[in-house]
């Protein structure tokens, strides 16, 4: 029989490190589409854009982009530039809703969703207000105690 004296060395890194590595890895990749849809929206000229950070909100994006559109072409015009700088830096994007309608048009890459909206569109959903409010009221309900009805 044969005794070992030094104990096993792993080579293998650490498996926390590898997840903070990927989970900075995809964070910085989000950054960075965020960053190319906000150039987007202000090179087609759109008007009062808004980045909202929902990452701990939810899980089916980290960001929401808020810009409006001065008519239904401009709209258009402002979800063709996402398209176009997006699919330039290589992104594909999951889908696309409302061409038709062109009153809001959603583009959604996953990570970073931009919704191009008319003006009345945008006052009429009010998604900042909407999402501050559900943050709002989360925070709110995890900083009270549970309290259960008697029985």
Not at 102 to 125: G, Q
């Given at each position: 029989?044969?005794?070992?004296?030094?104990?096993?060395?792993?080579?293998?890194?650490?498996?926390?490190?590898?997840?903070?590595?990927?989970?900075?890895?995809?964070?910085?990749?989000?950054?960075?589409?965020?960053?190319?849809?906000?150039?987007?929206?202000?090179?087609a000229?759109?008007?009062?854009?808004?980045?909202?950070?929902?990452?701990?909100?939810?899980?089916?994006?980290?960001?929401?982009?808020?810009?409006?559109?001065?008519?239904?072409?401009?709209?258009?015009?402002?979800?063709?530039?996402?398209?176009?700088?997006?699919?330039?830096?290589?992104?594909?994007?999951?889908?696309?809703?409302?061409?038709?309608?062109?009153?809001?048009?959603?583009?959604?890459?996953?990570?970073?969703?931009?919704?191009?909206?008319?003006?009345?569109?945008?006052?009429?959903?009010?998604?900042?207000s909407?999402?501050?409010?559900?943050?709002?009221?989360?925070?709110?309900?995890?900083?009270?105690?549970?309290?259960?009805a008697?029985?």
């Amino acid at each position: 029989m044969i005794e070992i004296d030094s104990p096993i060395v792993s080579n293998a890194p650490d498996q926390s490190e590898q997840i903070l590595a990927e989970k900075a890895l995809v964070e910085k990749e989000s950054t960075k589409m965020r960053d190319t849809i906000v150039s987007a929206l202000e090179d087609a000229k759109g008007l009062d854009v808004r980045v909202l950070d929902v990452r701990e909100l939810t899980d089916v994006t980290d960001y929401m982009i808020v810009a409006t559109g001065t008519s239904d072409r401009h709209v258009k015009s402002l979800a063709d530039r996402v398209l176009e700088f997006m699919h330039k830096q290589g992104w594909q994007h999951l889908g696309v809703e409302g061409l038709e309608v062109k009153d809001w048009i959603l583009v959604d890459f996953v990570d970073v969703v931009a919704h191009v909206m008319r003006d009345s569109a945008r006052k009429k959903y009010d998604l900042e207000s909407l999402w501050d409010k559900t943050f709002a009221e989360m925070a709110a309900s995890e900083s009270k105690p549970s309290v259960s009805a008697p029985v």
